[in-house]
């Protein structure tokens, strides 16, 4: 099992190393690594300083290498847009996307999972029908029109929650938390909704679709067979075995959570990573882009790897102890 | 999917033919469901393709605009006019005729994406699986990387990347990278697929006794593999088509996809967006429903056809 | 005459399918004395599973009992609402499947999955469902069971695992257990052990086995009385030694005769020609009809029922007489 950590560790450090590279040539050779660095409103004096500085005649993997430490303790520049070290600001906008992401996640595992079981418990019924029918609408709204539709319904029409902005923030040693006021709480609900309503869907036909599988197995049959009762056949075991490989599937989704929460930002003007991520697209903020490439894949990369190791704690047929005998 | 009992007999072309005549037609005359996803869908495909000629107003004509018209509601709507069926939007224009032109150019991005998509992921997917061992394990690596990001990201990303190599680039230029970037998301799929159908091939008798001959491996992999292959890729296609036109309208959403001089239902959408909190609702609402009866009709198009070509559920 | 454990009358059951309803079991009829050791034998599609199945209250849906009775200690079971028939499956009547790799859950302990059976029927703390988990895997011929009872399905072996099964089975201390095809999926070497062990549990235990398989030689060792199946229906049964040594229905005989013996000479293997017909294409009369040598027009057109002849009961219109040295 040492040796399996060990490999993935080597392929996370690869795959990191490619990112890098990438933000890297974006970041040099797409625009102008200088005024990436220094703004655009630094003098001539300080450019030529900082040409000399970086060593811009430096050798290609001298270059790279520099800019690889610089970028794993954060250092990315200065954004050309708003003329601020691109790690404040992302420090600054961090916390709302994560809060944002996790709590649109427990709300697509807190029903995801249930809708999905009952579906596949009820085969059949005209509910589970309906239910999956749902589902196919999930699939095909995009993010932003389910995010517009509640807007609609819920802050035009009927004005009971807010649209806009995050509300009322509690600010304690730079982490900004929303979830410690009402004002703050109401304002999360809908961009939460919004974006979870596709992993939502997903989840849900992913548990019914590994329930049904599981339902169908000779261990489920020999369990009935020796007269455990519906709650331990459905709960005890078939429930167990479907959520093993949904947690793995679930946690990568984590990932992909925060990447749509770009969308959900520009929705509802959610002061998050994504809304900033935009900006810097439609600006061509090279700097900005490059730092914020490089997060997202180190989140990525530990995301997968926490569900490695999470599928070793849950299967015991991975570890392997000893032969069978 | 070839109907050959032989399995060492060179399969057809026709055998793409061979299955639309039978199983897969006898069940979509009976899926009503289906037959009404079709006709939807092709309602679109009309009204966007030949949108000059069905379009009421031509909203781009920039003679024909009177702001006098502007923000009008639905003709049912007290204040609106039958002559602007579905209302007009800030400057004067037509809802419905700015939707069938809006449709048009959703539909050509997303069908330029997946056609591109398709090229890219069969012919990598072919040379992986023909000549196999590290050009197939690099591919596949790719591949495994590529999932493992979500598509919008790679999008965002490859948009940024051309707005900032090209900050001034002519429209045509724009479309270009556009669809780069939304093929650039789909294609591992067909890679994936036409690589496992290739290594199945590849070990069959007819391919190496064709090698034996001489003949060319570009030419075993056109004429034998290819056809082959084609069914799970269409199916593969009808899933993408309706994803590649749901990420075109989210990057146009975004303000990062099609230039604003060729608006998309996407930029429709996000044009309309700024008049929901004063009422009126129509412009951004005609885009969305029209964006999502869409993709509804695809994917279940896509649904049943899968189904349809399913051979365990026969 | 003791009353019989299982009594199973004209039991038929069938399949409902949009093109018409199939007949997968026709009017079977017998029954299992307290401790005693039935062999169920037949060609695969014959009916022995399906039978095990209904008797357990297990069919598959569409499946279903259309009509006869299945009685369980003198108490009709085959109409028993699901709650009431659970607490049957498992306290009055276990079972054994064929793959012990697929029969126990992969993510749950050996123990865990004992515990919770001893829990659901007897009335037990955890510690004493634990400590009865340990005798009954002693009993099963597990070796060093207070280890090995944390231990999961994937960390035993084959033969290891099915004694596992049956040791489940048992944990209820049921009086009837419905066996089928327990050695199919296990080495030769093990067969026997597997064979052996159900016996003896059986005989301690005084449990009844309704003991399914294809294999003659199973039956043989272990059984007391033997029920030959073909199609959907019982042509033939009666004691082992009877039904091996003089088989009266032909189907019977070709079986018998089919099987090599170790001090003949032959150059070929006796067969039965053609093959048991399939569910939707079930000849008129007697099933066997168009491949039994002995056929007469009656075959044809009338069924034959169970009929005494000698020491066992055939169905058949001319059954053999002659004894058939072996």
Redesign the interface.
């Given at each position: 099992m040492l040796v399996f950590i060990l490999r993935r560790l080597a392929q996370a450090v690869v795959?990191m190393l490619?990112v890098a590279f990438i933000a890297f040539m974006?970041f040099q050779y797409?625009?102008d690594p200088v005024t990436n660095l220094l703004g655009q409103d630094a003098t001539e004096e300080q450019r030529t300083a900082l040409r000399k500085d970086l060593g811009l005649d430096q050798p290609f993997p001298v270059q790279f290498a520099r800019f690889a430490v610089n970028a794993v303790q954060g250092e990315f520049g200065i954004s050309l847009r708003q003329g601020r070290k691109v790690s404040s600001l992302i420090v600054e906008r961090f916390p709302a996307t994560l809060e944002l992401a996790l709590v649109a996640g427990m709300i697509a595992l807190g029903f995801g999972i249930p809708l999905g079981v009952y579906a596949a418990l009820r085969r059949g019924k005209a509910s589970a029908q309906l239910l999956m029918t749902g589902t196919?609408?999930g699939?095909?709204?995009?993010?932003?029109?389910i995010g517009?539709?509640l807007?609609?319904v819920f802050?035009?029409e009927l004005k009971w929650l807010p649209s806009f902005g995050r509300g009322e923030v509690v600010d304690f040693g730079g982490w900004t938390s929303g979830l410690l006021t009402r004002d703050g709480l109401l304002h999360l609900i809908l961009p939460a909704v919004t974006l979870s309503a596709f992993q939502l869907t997903l989840i849900m036909r992913l548990v019914r679709a590994e329930m049904l599988e599981v339902l169908r197995?000779?261990?489920i049959?020999?369990?009935?067979?020796?007269?455990?009762?519906?709650r331990?056949v459905y709960f005890?075991?078939a429930l167990?075995?479907t959520l093993?490989p949904v947690i793995t599937i679930t946690g990568?989704q984590l990932?992909?959570l925060i990447?749509?929460a770009?969308?959900t930002e520009?929705?509802f003007q959610w002061p998050g990573m994504g809304l900033l991520?935009?900006q810097?697209?439609?600006f061509?903020d090279?700097p900005v882009?490059a730092a914020y490439?490089c997060l997202?894949?180190l989140i990525?990369v530990v995301i997968?790897l926490g569900v490695d190791l999470l599928y070793f704690a849950?299967?015991?047929?991975l570890r392997v102890?000893?032969k069978?005998? | 999917m070839a109907v050959d009992a032989n399995p060492n007999a060179t399969p057809s072309a026709s055998a793409l033919r061979g299955f639309f005549d039978g199983d897969v037609w006898h069940s979509f005359r009976s899926s009503p469901v289906a037959m009404l996803a079709a006709a939807v869908t092709l309602v679109c495909f009309v009204c966007a393709l030949f949108a000059e000629v069905v379009a009421p107003h031509n909203p781009f004509d920039l003679a024909t605009l009177e702001l006098m018209d502007s923000l009008k509601p639905p003709a049912w709507i007290s204040g609106g006019e039958p002559k602007f069926l579905l209302g007009t939007d800030g400057q004067g224009r037509d809802i419905l005729s700015a939707l069938m032109y809006g449709a048009r150019i959703s539909l050509l991005v997303g069908l330029a994406s997946v056609l591109l998509s398709i090229v890219i992921g069969v012919s990598l997917g072919l040379l992986a699986g023909f000549l196999g061992g590290r050009t197939d394990a690099f591919v596949m690596r790719i591949c495994d990387?590529m999932l493992?990001?979500?598509s919008?990201?790679v999008a965002?990303?490859i948009?940024?990347?051309g707005?900032?190599?090209f900050?001034n680039a002519p429209d045509a230029l724009a479309f270009v990278v556009l669809v780069l970037a939304i093929s650039l998301t789909g294609w591992v799929q067909y890679a994936r697929t036409v690589r496992g159908s290739t290594l199945v091939e590849r070990n069959k008798e007819y391919v190496q006794a064709a090698r034996v001959i001489g003949v060319g491996s570009f030419r075993i992999m056109r004429r034998h593999v290819l056809p082959n292959v084609l069914g799970p890729v269409l199916v593969l296609a009808t899933i993408q088509i309706?994803s590649a036109i749901?990420t075109e309208?989210?990057l146009s959403?975004?303000?990062?996809g099609v230039p604003v001089t060729s608006p998309s239902l996407g930029t429709l959408?996000r044009n309309g967006?700024d008049y929901?909190?004063s009422?009126e609702?129509w412009i951004?609402a005609w885009p969305?429903l029209t964006?999502?009866l869409i993709?509804?009709s695809v994917?279940?198009l896509g649904?049943w056809l899968r189904d349809a070509l399913n051979p365990r559920l026969r | 005459m003791t009353a019989p454990l299982l009594e199973v009358s004209h039991l038929r059951v069938e399949f409902p399918t949009r093109r018409g309803t199939l007949l997968a079991l026709d009017d079977i009829s017998f029954a299992i004395a307290p401790g005693e050791i039935l062999g169920v034998v037949g060609e695969s599609g014959a009916g022995k599973s399906l039978t095990g199945a209904a008797i357990?209250g297990?069919l598959d849906p569409p499946g279903r009992i259309a009509a006869g009775e299945i009685k369980l200690a003198g108490r009709r079971i085959d109409n028993l609402p699901y709650e009431q028939m659970?607490?049957?499956?498992?306290?009055e009547i276990?079972?054994v499947?064929q793959?012990p790799l697929?029969?126990?859950?992969?993510?749950?302990t050996v123990g865990h999955q004992l515990v919770?059976?001893i829990t659901?029927?007897l009335d037990l703390t955890a510690a004493q469902a634990r400590k009865r988990a340990i005798e009954l895997l002693a009993s099963t011929g597990i070796p060093a069971p207070e280890a090995r009872i944390d231990h999961?399905p994937?960390?035993?072996?084959g033969g290891?695992r099915q004694r596992v099964?049956i040791a489940?089975?048992l944990?209820?201390e049921p009086k009837l257990i419905v066996a089928d095809e327990p050695t199919t999926a296990l080495d030769v070497s093990i067969q026997a052990q597997i064979i052996a062990l159900l016996r003896k549990v059986c005989k301690d235990q005084g449990a009844a086995v309704m003991l399914v398989t294809h294999d003659m030689g199973v039956i043989a060792e272990t059984c007391d009385r033997v029920a030959v199946m073909y199609a959907g229906r019982i042509v033939e049964i009666g004691p082992v030694a009877d039904v091996i040594h003089r088989p009266a229905h032909p189907y019977t005989v070709g079986l018998m005769g089919s099987i090599p013996a170790m001090d003949e000479d032959r150059e070929r293997l006796l067969q039965i020609d053609g093959s048991m017909p399939r569910l939707t294409a079930i000849p008129p009369g007697c099933a066997f009809n168009p491949r039994c040598g002995r056929v007469v027009e009656r075959c044809r057109v009338e069924r034959p029922d169970l009929a005494s002849v000698g020491a066992t009961s055939a169905a058949c219109w001319r059954p053999v007489t002659v004894e058939v040295v072996r």
């Open positions: 795959v490619s974006l797409v625009g196919l609408f699939v095909s709204l995009p993010n932003f029109v517009i539709v807007i609609w802050a035009v197995t000779d261990y049959r020999f369990a009935r067979a020796r007269g455990l009762t519906n331990s005890g075991h167990k075995n093993v990568l990932g992909s990447a749509f770009i969308i520009q929705v991520f935009i810097a697209v439609q061509a090279i882009m490439l997202i894949s990525f997968n849950v299967d015991p047929r102890e000893g069978a005998h | 990387v493992s990001f979500p919008i990201l965002l990303m948009s940024g990347v707005r900032s190599l900050p309706a749901i309208a989210t959403f975004l303000g990062v959408i967006n929901l909190f009422g609702w951004t969305s964006l999502v993709t509804l994917n279940l649904d | 357990i297990l659970r607490r049957v499956r498992g306290r276990g079972a499947f793959d697929t029969s126990l859950n992969p993510l749950y919770e059976t659901t029927h999961f994937h960390q035993f072996s290891m099964v489940l089975a944990a209820g």
